[in-house]
């Protein structure tokens, strides 16, 4: 048995290419793979396939469809997207995330008679990639950088408040060349405990930093934001001029209510502009907990979907809470997934969409929506998808929305156009 592996230490992003040589022609061959995240040992994810060799005694992962394993179709990342936990020592996945060591991953490869193993590095960013921690007297945040890149991207985070968990993106997207500068909007020293009422103008000294800092010296800045960050990225892209690019990850047309943890909170807004609520559509708990019991009884996946689609249509000021995105002055990549169960972000980007056209919007506008994507992380092959697809939750299921392989699929692909689009 040979094994050809295209890349056995490569950033953690990139597609790795397998390909056994010199089996027995129509023998059985078994792949399992194994790995932990670095900041979380202990937590054990494997996954596994077999496959039978053609005719010239070869098995090319790319091509090679299962005929029993942990994923169903042909594909060079079936055995990383297909990860399961199988064994745990109860830690917590989402607390002390580093991007410091890489992902060692253990692939063992089993042919009658004949038992071979390889090791994978996988990096979360390259050597010359400079984290750098930030406190200003206004804000405090983490840069990524390189030391001659020349384009800015704030990054955004969704409603966990959990910045640190944005180093799993920005470490990755440094490594193409981009500052990245990281900071939280609520949860952090002088803004809001909770994600409520937070102030736009907190952002106004960030911009001025981004541009006047000797390292960036950035005139045009460049916004990525994620689900409730998506949210943000738009609210701040109709208001502020400088901003030249946005990438709105499962974002929606509206602002909303406050929230507490994924629950509303009290009922003002999200967002404010010198201690006014910028106007936002209420969401009412009773739907979701009225959705989740019918679900439950159904023996049927719940979410916050048509919770948050039922609250516009009863709202009585939509356009009032609408984001006016028509007077940003920035190109637009909105990414989706069709199966959104968070929140209907499809809905809401069609939305968008829809407004820019009526109003002639004159920079560019892309929406990537996926069939069979749901609500995942905006960069692929780190956490298992399993990890985050569904939940147990007041005695269900509760589901981001989508399939394993279809959010596999919508994180590849959004990821490769994301860096085409800053660019």
């Given amino acids: 048995m040979e094994i050809e592996i295209s890349n056995k230490e490569d950033l953690i992003t990139q597609r790795i290419q397998i390909k056994i040589l010199k089996l027995k022609p129509n023998s059985k ?5 194994k790995t932990e995240l670095p900041w979380c040992l202990g937590e054990e994810y494997s996954s596994y396939g077999v496959f039978l060799s053609n005719e010239k005694g070869e098995v090319d992962l ?9 994923y169903e179709n042909a594909g060079s990342m079936g055995l990383i997207y297909s990860l399961r936990k199988s064994k745990t020592q109860g830690k917590n996945i989402a607390e002390n995330i580093s991007i410091e ?33 930030i406190n200003e007297k206004d804000f405090a945040g983490k840069l990524f950088f390189k030391g001659k890149a020349n384009k800015t991207v704030l990054m955004l985070g969704g409603s966990s408040g959990d910045s640190e968990a944005l180093s799993l993106l920005a470490g990755p997207l440094a490594s193409y060349g981009f500052n990245i500068l990281v900071v939280p909007y609520f949860e952090a020293k002088g803004l809001p405990d909770k994600l409520e009422k937070v102030p736009l103008e907190y952002f106004e000294g960030i911009f001025k930093w981004l541009q006047n800092n000797e390292i960036l010296n950035s005139k045009e800045i460049f916004l990525h934001g994620t689900s409730k960050g998506g949210e943000l990225a738009l609210l701040l892209a109709s208001r502020y001029k400088e901003i030249k690019k946005v990438i709105a990850v499962e974002p929606h047309a509206y602002c909303f209510q406050a929230l507490d943890g994924m629950m509303s909170g009290n009922n003002v807004s999200s967002w404010s502009y010198k201690d006014q609520s910028i106007p936002y559509i209420e969401v009412d708990n009773n739907i979701f907990f009225e959705e989740q019991k019918k679900a439950v009884k159904k023996g049927i996946s719940f979410g916050f979907a048509s919770t948050y689609k039922k609250s516009i249509e009863k709202a009585l000021s939509k356009e009032d809470a609408r984001i006016k995105i028509e007077n940003s002055n920035a190109d637009i990549l909105m990414i989706t997934g069709k199966e959104d169960n968070i929140w209907n972000s499809y809905e809401g980007c069609k939305e968008i969409v829809k407004n820019l056209k009526k109003n002639n919007y004159k920079h560019k506008v892309e929406l990537l929506a996926f069939d069979k994507m749901g609500h995942p992380m905006p960069v692929p092959y780190i956490i298992p998808i399993s990890e985050t697809l569904s939940m147990s939750m007041m005695g269900g299921v509760f589901s981001s929305g989508g399939t394993i392989e279809g959010n596999a699929e919508g994180q590849y692909k959004s990821w490769r156009r994301t860096i085409e689009f800053l660019k």
């Fill in 29 to 33: 061959l078994k792949i399992t793979l």
């Fill in 62 to 70: 790319a091509l090679a469809k299962p005929i029993d394993g942990t």
């Fill in 101 to 133: 060591k890489p992902i060692l991953i253990n692939m063992t490869f089993e042919a009658p008679y004949e038992k071979k193993e390889i090791n994978l590095k996988r990096l979360f960013k390259t050597e010359d990639v400079i984290v750098k921690n």
